[in-house]
């Protein structure tokens, strides 16, 4: 079956870290530039990172340069998230989400992680 | 960075009614825009990428136009399923942006 599954969300005080993933299965992940959206409760969808097949390039939103990184390993069929510094307005569902070709739009999405910062 | 805008916030229609969303880009993008269907506590949904085209699978009742730094989501009889959030996503800059969302409720 063709699909994304995220883990890692969870509780974390602010200033913490944390490290989400997003297991891919039933495609070839190093077909694919990845992407992150996160939603805060009851908000819309936020862009938050991109990378491209390779890992060669690496894009971000303003709010989260210098303390996510996106990374991937396509030889396990995985994507990641690592947050550092994080604050209360990082609480957010974590989406993955690949990119199906250039132009093409966001085409398989995970369940999402909830990441809950607060003390 | 380049913005998006969305028009409506919310609409409230009812099952049958012709739905247009629009979508406005600070600056031009065509045609890098795709739309996107949201129900409560899901994952969003692709409905049309590049403006105009149908992503595969979804209803002919949705479809999309537009250039340059306006564009339009249509759902031309609305359905029982079809009540969700509706976003707009450019992806011709990075950081890529989302509209702000419309919601479509039941009249």
């Known amino acids: 079956e063709v699909q994304l599954v995220e883990s890692g969300g969870g509780l974390v005080q602010p200033g913490g870290s944390l490290r989400l993933s997003c297991a891919a299965s039933g495609f070839t992940l190093s077909n694919h530039w990845m992407t992150w959206v996160r939603q805060a409760p009851g908000k819309g969808l936020e862009w938050v990172a991109n990378?491209?097949?390779?890992?060669?390039?690496?894009y971000y939103v303003d709010s989260v340069k210098g303390r996510f990184t996106i990374s991937r390993d396509n030889a396990k069929n995985s994507l990641y998230l690592q947050m550092n510094s994080l604050r209360a307005e990082d609480t957010a569902v974590y989406f993955c989400?690949?990119?199906?070709?250039?132009?093409?739009?966001?085409?398989?999405w995970g369940q999402g992680t909830l990441v809950t910062v607060s003390s | 960075d380049l913005q998006m805008t969305q028009s409506p916030s919310s609409v409230s229609a009812s099952v049958g009614d012709r739905v247009t969303i629009t979508c406005r880009a600070s600056?031009?993008?065509?045609?890098?825009l795709a739309w996107y269907q949201q129900k409560p506590g899901k994952a969003p949904n692709l409905l049309i990428y590049a403006a105009s085209n149908l992503q595969s699978g979804v209803p002919s009742r949705f479809s999309g136009s537009g250039s340059g730094t306006d564009f339009t989501l249509t759902i031309s009889s609305l359905q029982p399923e079809d009540f969700a959030s509706y976003y707009c996503?450019?992806?011709?800059?990075?950081?890529?942006?989302f509209g702000p969302g419309t919601r479509v409720d039941v009249k």
């Open positions: 600056q031009g993008i065509s045609p890098w």
């Open positions: 989400a690949r990119v199906a070709a250039a132009g093409r739009g966001l085409d398989l």
């Open positions: 990378i491209k097949e390779d890992g060669s390039a690496k």
């Open positions: 996503l450019q992806t011709h800059t990075f950081p890529f942006t």
